[in-house]
């Protein structure tokens, strides 16, 4: 048969595919007993019908030696096995059974067996232990080994006042976030001389002692054990932070205890002297910079390229109904110590939170800044306040960003350094450039001129004789005086061509030429877009 370890708890076995439920438990009663004579049950307990199809209740006399069974108890009833074997400490008094596996799913076997013992130290006479088997054709399942004796020592009955540990003399209050080393020595209960239950510590909290919550548990060992072993003395160290709720501090060490905190066993108490740590004021923590990835280090920002994203964290807290005050968690910036500080004003939203715990009130506040090769020291302030206005908030923290921008700025002038020698570089390329131009229009003006006409690319470029115009007597003679012209007969009448005119001023008197070049100062009509057109002399 194959041996599989089994602990006595409930248990989900799967067989030929099928879900069974059921349990397998060993059990010992009573838990712990006196020095002296004591009569005790050992009993071995199947509810798994169909599947179990034997139990077996096996002892030893001490850890070297291997395991004799006692009982068992399977479809044919129950056996005695190994009448004989003495086991040294342990006499056989009963036992008893319920086998019908056939019938039944509640089987068990139940061994009463007498000890003796004068001291609560185990020793070659009280070293014995058992075990149960559970078994069908194919495998074991055995429970885990338990010692027979189980010898319950004295109760608690002494225990030394608390002390601090590595107590400053000179300090004799203490502060919120102070840690306290305490130290407590006192008898506890014990078996086989080995404590059963630590010492505990406990805090008042409105009148009543509390258990006191601990991120780390006691540090115990047992500094005194007495010769037969039924009184052991241990040592409890307990690190206690002093929070902002602690005015009035008294700290509780208890053995032997039950339920609730000082009801049974032996207690010891001390009063711990603290400053007024005025739970009603608000305590803001330092500000925390990070960059999604990792914490910054304030001192030491590293640009990525030209600049870098950091997030920014506040937290502020008090134990007070004083929150109805906070309307709001002011975030301000100044880039120069002497500087007034200025509102940070933000690209994105800022982020804000708060939470209500055993009367804690805590807020949190998260915004984005964006530092750049521009910054060298940027100084934030984040504070609680009733206004928006910078400065006016009634507690407050601050911390200064130092940006390292040193490489960012050699790069910058390097770059600028580079700068001449690319220009050099472009201004020769336009050159060249604008001589291909100015060379090719040239070449273009002469071939045009030769030829009149030539056609590029669909287009046609043609050189046309200018024609001349008549000119004026005034384009001609500008304002020389002119000769005096001679009277016409007002009677005679000549003819003179008419030129149709889309906008004609008539009336105005001009002197202008008229046909065979015959100066004669005449009645005219104007148009807008020919000059002077004589119409026919002056008459008048």
Known sequence: MTAIAFEPVWSLIYLQAAFVFGYFRSEFYPFSFPVGKSNVSIKCVSNMYEINKEITLDIRKNKNEKFISVLKCNESGLHRLNNNTKFEGVHILSFRDNCLFNHNWYNYIELTVSLQSDKCILGPQTSASWRCLFSNETYTFNSSEKDIYSIKGQSPKNMERISIVTRQTS????????????????????????PSKDIRWCRKENGKFKLISFQDPPLTDVVERSKDGCTVVQNSFLFYHVSQNDTALEIMCESGWGYACGIHGINATLNIPTKDTKPDEWKMWPILIH??????NPEHIILDGLGKTIHLQCTASAYSNNSSLVRYINWCFKKEKKAKWAQVILQESEENASSNSGGKITYFSKIQYHVTVFDSDVHFLCEISKSQICGTGFTFVQTIVHVDNRKVKEGIRQQMSEEPE??????????????????????LLVVLFQRREIRLFGWKIRIDKIRKRKRTTEESFGNRSLPKMPELDAKETRKYPIKACSNPQQG??????????????????????DGYVAVNPFTG
Do not use: P, W
């Not at 960059?291 to 910054?296: A, W």
């Not at 220009?423 to 060249?432: E, F, I, R």
């Open 508 to 529: 105005k008197k001009h002197l202008v030429f008229t046909e065979g070049d015959v100066r004669q100062e005449v009645n005219s009509t104007y148009c807008d877009e």
């Open 291 to 296: 960059d999604k990835k990792s914490l910054l």
């Open 171 to 194: 300090k004799s209050l203490y502060e919120t976030d102070d840690v306290l080393q305490l130290q407590c020595i006192g008898e506890v209960e014990s078996i086989n001389a080995m």
């Open 422 to 443: 690319n220009s050099t570089a472009v201004v020769a390329v336009l050159s060249g450039l604008l001589a291909f131009i100015v060379i090719l229009k040239t070449l």
